[in-house]
């Protein structure tokens, strides 16, 4: 991925390469970071070559939802870490909207460790990692979707948002699961049953279909 406009994965500021004071890239604002990537155009070629250097799961639901397409990637991470956040973009037809002609919808599916804070400033959230906005929705109880990630059925719990966006977060494969769709009615395409595999698999490596890039991500 291109390295010449590292970004600080909270707050977008550009990541300050490593140096005399610390080893590791860092934000004026937020300290050591691992530093964001530009999106790239989702393709088959381009998640391959992300999910070689991922220390965390890259997830697609497969099979696409129907007439959903890939439509970007990105990663925080460096040369040293590898990738510690993914961000697998899809677009396609609002399973909500009326109309003949259904109104487009975006989903970013985030794998992350602990910390990184991609997926919370995705989601619209001020927090580094989804624990308190977690916990509250656990708490207040009430339905949730669950998704089969890797095989593996994963509760995602509704995380309260009000910028147009529905926010669902859980943990699969030891780290955080984030998946969050715009505008907020497209967040009933979590109750379809989704399976995500996660492209590190050997056994996983699939023909995308991609479309234009996601401005979910821009």
């Known amino acids: 991925m291109p390295s010449d406009d590292l970004r600080c994965p909270r707050c977008l500021r550009t990541a300050q390469r490593p140096g005399l004071l610390s080893s590791r890239w ?9 530093p964001l990537h530009a999106p790239r155009t989702g393709s088959t ?47 396609g037809p609002n399973p909500l909207a009326a109309g003949a002609t259904p109104r487009g919808a975006d989903l970013l599916v985030v794998a992350e460790q602990p910390g990184v804070g991609l997926g919370a400033r995705l989601a619209g959230l001020p927090d580094v990692d989804p ?5 509250a929705a656990m708490a207040a109880g009430g339905p949730h979707p669950v998704v089969h990630a890797a095989g593996h059925a994963v509760p995602v ?7 147009g966006r529905a926010v669902f977060a859980g943990e699969a494969a030891s780290v955080w699961l984030w998946m969050i769709t715009r ?4 967040g009933a395409i979590t109750l379809e049953d989704l399976c995500l595999v996660d492209l590190r698999r050997p056994d996983h490596e699939l023909d995308l279909p991609t479309g234009a890039p996601s401005a979910f991500l821009v």
């Open 45 to 91: 070629a381009a998640a391959a070559q992300l999910a070689t250097r991922s220390k965390v799961p890259v997830w697609v639901p497969w099979p696409l939802p129907t007439a959903w397409l890939v439509t970007g990637l990105q990663a925080a991470g460096d040369d040293h870490s590898g990738w510690l956040a993914t961000v697998v973009a899809l677009s």
């Open 183 to 186: 505008p907020a009615e497209a």
């Open 131 to 135: 624990g308190p906005a977690l916990q």
């Open 26 to 34: 860092t934000c004026v604002q937020h300290g050591e970071v691992a």
């Open 157 to 163: 719990w509704p995380v309260p948002t009000d910028d």
